[in-house]
């Protein structure tokens, strides 16, 4: 991408030079040698590039060269002070102004970016911060609320439209020559003024905003127990009542009542004093232990519980079985019989 390269008239609280900076290419445009035909009053030679570069720097230098460039319909007062009437052409008329704003030009390049900047005349500037300091700064701090350094934030949103405002530079294609007219005046084409419109709307509308909140880093205390006094350290811990050293089953008697805790030394044993028939030592309990079991860890399905009924046993069936039972028609009770005929 070219550089951007403007000259010096071009900065912010530059006075305007005496001559414009024009760049023309190795080829002149046809409508551009149409343009300065139709506003030379005098006809000039325009044969060859030096003369179109002449002719044209001559016509932007003059001091009648001065391009509208958008018109802004601003009010008068600040909206507390409008005059309300029932007509809104009347009501229009005193409470709203149009604002011409005008500009010159200070570049031409026909070269690199085939552009041409312009830059506000002093009374357009002058118009405008007029407007935004007596006008749009009232009309911003009735509309926000009350904080200490809102008169200072005020202030400082009026010094950075001066500052913007006077480095304001409209850049636009080399083809918006074609509405140049005598002396060097013209007006923008092609939509162009809306443009303009919008980029100093957008430096005049800038809102006045009240400083973000302060972040307040909250430090919430502990919450105390209620057996806590006030004021005592939460992190210390009171020491845990010492337990009792735990006593061997076998060590431990069978409870007597001819013996007591009492009578006996802490440091003599108990069956010192005590005869040999007196000192009846059980054996030590054995632990309880659940025994091992992994049916836990098997998945079994649940055991029958309905009742087996009962069978007959072998000797309910004596009383039935005898000689005489028969299988199959065939009498066992017969058999002398049959042993005779074989």
Same mark, same amino acid.
């Given at each position: 991408? !070219? ?24 080829? =002149? ?5 149409? +343009? ?18 002449? $002719? ?16 802004? *319909? ?11 009437? !029932? ?18 030009? =200070? %570049? ?6 085939? /552009? ?20 749009? $700064? ?8 009350? @904080? ?9 949103? %009026? ?12 850049? +636009? %294609?080399? &083809? ?5 007219? /005598? ?6 084409? $092609?939509?162009?003024?809306? /443009?303009?419109?919008?980029?100093? *709307? ?20 502990? +919450? ?11 992190? &210390?811990?009171?020491?845990? !009542? ?14 007597? !009542? ?12 108990? @069956?010192?004093?005590?005869?040999? %028939?007196?000192?009846? =030592?059980? &054996? ?47 009498? @066992? ?7 005779? +005929?074989?």
């Amino acid at each position: 991408m !070219p550089p951007q390269l403007l000259p010096a008239s071009a900065a912010a609280f530059a006075p305007r030079a005496s001559s414009v900076n024009v760049v023309l290419g190795s080829k =002149v445009e046809p409508w551009l040698t149409q +343009t300065l035909k139709r506003i030379n009053r005098v006809k000039r030679p325009l044969n060859s590039i030096p003369q179109h570069q002449r $002719c044209l720097t001559e016509t932007l230098s003059s001091p009648n060269a001065i391009w509208t460039l958008t018109s802004l *319909m601003l009010s008068k007062a600040p909206e507390s002070e409008l005059r309300q009437d !029932p007509n809104p052409l009347i009501e229009a008329i005193f409470n709203y102004q149009l604002l011409h704003i005008e500009a010159y030009i =200070v %570049h031409v390049d026909m070269v690199l970016r085939n /552009e041409v900047a312009y830059k506000l005349t002093p009374d357009s500037i002058e118009a405008l911060i007029e407007y935004h300091k007596d006008i749009y $700064c009232v009309n911003a701090k009735a509309d926000t609320y009350d @904080w200490p350094e809102k008169e200072q934030h005020a202030k400082k949103l %009026h010094e950075d439209f001066i500052q913007a405002i006077n480095k304001f530079v409209f850049r +636009t %294609h080399v &083809s918006a020559l074609e509405g140049l007219e /005598e002396e060097g005046a013209g007006e923008l084409l $092609c939509g162009k003024s809306e /443009e303009v419109k919008n980029n100093i *709307m957008g430096l005049l509308n800038k809102p006045l905003l009240p400083p973000p909140p302060k972040i307040v880093d909250v430090v919430r205390q502990p +919450t105390l127990l209620p057996s806590s006094p006030v004021g005592a350290n939460i992190w &210390s811990q009171s020491p845990s !009542p010492a337990l009792p050293a735990p006593v061997e089953p076998w060590r431990v008697l069978p409870s007597s !009542p001819s013996v007591t805790s009492s009578s006996v030394d802490s440091n003599t044993p108990i @069956w010192a004093n005590m005869a040999l %028939h007196e000192i009846q =030592v059980s &054996s030590p309990p054995m632990p309880y232990s659940q025994p091992y079991s992994t049916a836990g860890m098997f998945y079994s399905s649940p055991m029958v519980t309905s009742p087996i009924p009962a069978l007959p046993l072998p000797s309910m069936l004596a009383s039935q079985c005898g000689i005489g039972m028969g299988y199959g028609g065939f009498g @066992w009770d017969r058999y002398s019989e049959y042993a005779t +005929t074989i």
